[in-house]
T-cell receptor, first 115, second 114 residues
Framework: NAGVMQNPRHLVRRRGQEARLRCSPM?????VYWYRQLPEEGLKFMVY????????ESGMPKERFSAEFPKEGPSILRIQQVVRGDSAAYFC?????????????FGPGTRLLVL | AQSVTQLGSHVSVSEGALVLLRCNYS??????LFWYVQYPNQGLQLLLK??????LVKGINGFEAEFKKSETSFHLTKPSAHMSDAAEYFC????????????FGQGTRLTINP
């Protein structure tokens, strides 16, 4: 059973370009979470999605960032007009739709570098 | 609101020595608690979790943690450190209800000395 997959693993963008980060959850998982890890810091929650719905986006910056999890295909985190402060590792996690503890399984991350 | 404090951003122990990584949490509701490990340039791997069952939780690679409500702590221990334990360790808290987003501590970098 494949784990959570993220691509690309590394992404370099110039200031003002767009970055698209993809996350394929584990098979059978319908919940996706995105986290950001800035250098020398812990992970910070960004957004929680179920299929076709954003459930909690309380950690998303108000501008330039958006996320989706379509009925078919991977979840996408999109950053428009990137700035140097967006350089970070972005992790996706997925969980099962079960009562109780929804253990989150993490992907390997996408490391974004903005030049 | 929930929060996690990990005491000690860097911990260094000798191979074979006891590993103790400290985690204190704040939560207005009974929490779920987690320890994750991150190896360089990799994602996070779940070590163990507490979800209101037994207060002493055993995880992978010989690690265990004890939930102490009175001390709001969830410290991670391993009796004998191995070189392969060198990594970054994150404690996290979530609520049993709602979105269950994880709130992470700042992390503790564990170094093992030969």
């Amino acid at each position: 059973n494949a784990g959570v997959m993220q691509n690309p693993r590394h992404l370099v963008r110039r200031r003002g370009q767009e970055a698209r980060l993809r996350c394929s959850p584990m098979k059978g998982h319908s919940h996706v979470y995105w986290y950001r890890q800035l250098p020398e810091e812990g992970l910070k929650f960004m957004v929680y999605l179920q299929k076709e719905n954003i459930i909690d986006e309380s950690g998303m910056p108000k501008e330039r960032f958006s996320a989706e999890f379509p009925k078919e295909g991977p979840s996408i985190l999109r950053i428009q007009q990137v700035v140097r402060g967006d350089s970070a590792a972005y992790f996706c996690a997925s969980s099962l739709d079960l009562q109780g503890s929804k253990t989150q399984y993490f992907g390997p991350g996408t490391r974004l570098l903005v030049l | 609101a929930q929060s996690v404090t990990q005491l000690g951003s860097h911990v260094s122990v000798s191979e074979g020595a006891l590993v103790l990584l400290r985690c204190n949490y704040s939560s207005s509701v009974p929490p779920y608690l987690f320890w994750y490990v991150q190896y360089p340039n990799q994602g996070l791997q779940l070590l163990l979790k507490y979800t209101s069952a037994a207060t002493l939780v055993k995880g992978i690679n010989g690690f265990e943690a004890e939930f102490k409500k009175s001390e709001t702590s969830f410290h991670l221990t391993k009796p004998s450190a191995h070189m392969s334990d060198a990594a970054e360790y994150f404690c996290a808290v979530s609520s049993p209800r709602g979105a269950q987003k994880l709130v992470f501590g700042q992390g503790t970098r564990l170094t093992i000395n030969p």
